[in-house]
């Protein structure tokens, strides 16, 4: 029986309609480590193609280990269903690409993540799609940027390294009104925020960071709100509502109305996937049920470990600055109120007075925390971006990223935040 409850503990436990393995009874998750499906009859073959019936036909479209993931984390953003993909810039990809075709534009916040950047700016752009960045501390930008063109806005929670909480309500409200869904990455925020409750449509996430949160398996998950009116804005979205050539004429928002408001990660699946074939494999499926068992737990963990970062970093005589939610003003610090619910989350950022050098030789120091391109591990990690995620950016469009010479990110782990403090305050006496 599927859980009926609403707590996200509960949920990351028994969310989605996995009790036990039908084959045998295990109650952990199996790892259904295969290609392919025995089909019972051709009827039945021929069912499942046509989508009278879903049920697995490839591991390439889908798997019952995936499946697993898939609902219980639709279930934690409060959506109707899920697409596991082989990583977070699949999701992000697969998310726009879904409703977004040659000669289609898009409007993204300028506070994203730089591998979503880089695909958006340059890689969508071979592909005929545009890329509007906009300044989300006014979200009126994002109206500003909208076409008959536009097929959607996309954002980032709690985007790193300014770590300003992104308007979601406000650019939801905004798309409502125009007839464009909002995606959300909340990739930094699973428990702590819900997108979907604001009035986002997708939600995506890498499920490399906190969602598998020990650092061991690459993967990205999408979540559809079922919120999205497609039909009422057809002329927005031909690609869900007009005979679809690759699904011999297939109109997506008629096909699985049956089946729910699923229209949207149906053709994700079975157009995008089957093409395209970024396929999550069943073990990191495993691996990521594994991490989100105890993600609410470890969140928590993570954002009182922050929190104490923040308040030593704040009165260290060699920081200029803090960079938290927490320790913000105004709009901003409303905006991370007003979204993130039980703490601010685990990434801390500061400014070292001492500069590039400084940075360096902070980094070099540590003797805990990790040297690593990565965030949401268990583990603590640092970086210096100006000399490593970033280096590739002039000095001034790193300034405009939020990136200074002195700027330190941190992503807090779940360790004892006195052996975190430690490690810094001995590292500091270096830099
Ligand atoms: N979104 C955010 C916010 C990220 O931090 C990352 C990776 O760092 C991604 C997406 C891309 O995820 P992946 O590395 O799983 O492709």
Sequence with gaps: MPTKSQNPETIALHGGNYRADPATTAVAVPIYQTTSYQFNSTEHAGNLFALKELGNIYTRIMNPTQ???????????????ALGVASGQAASLFAVQNICHAGDNFVCSTDIYGGSWNLFQNTMSTMGIECRFVDPSDPENFRRATDAKTRCYYGETLPNPKLAVFPIAEVAKIGRELGVPLIMDN?????????LKHGAAIVIHSTTKYIGGHGNSIGGIIVDG????WEKHADRFPMLNQPDPSYHGAVWTQAVKPLGPI??????????LRDVGAAMSPFNAFMFIQGLETVVLRMRQHCSNAIAVANYLAKHP??????YPSVMTGEAKRRADTYLK???GGLVGFELKGGRDAGRKFIDKLQMLYHVANIGDARSLAIHPATT???QLSAEEQLKTGVTPGYVRLSI???HPDDIIADIDQALAAA
């Design 187 to 195: 990739t930094a925020c699973p428990a702590l925020c819900q997108p």
């Design 413 to 415: 782990g779940i360790e």
């Design 226 to 229: 079922g919120n999205f009116d």
């Design 263 to 272: 229209a949207y990660i149906i053709k994700a699946r079975v157009t995008l």
């Design 67 to 81: 499946a697993v993931l898939e609902e219980r984390v639709a279930a934690l953003e409060g959506g109707v269903a």
């Design 389 to 391: 995620t970033h280096s």
């Design 342 to 344: 039980d703490g601010y």
């Design 318 to 323: 060699k920081v200029g600055k803090v960079i």
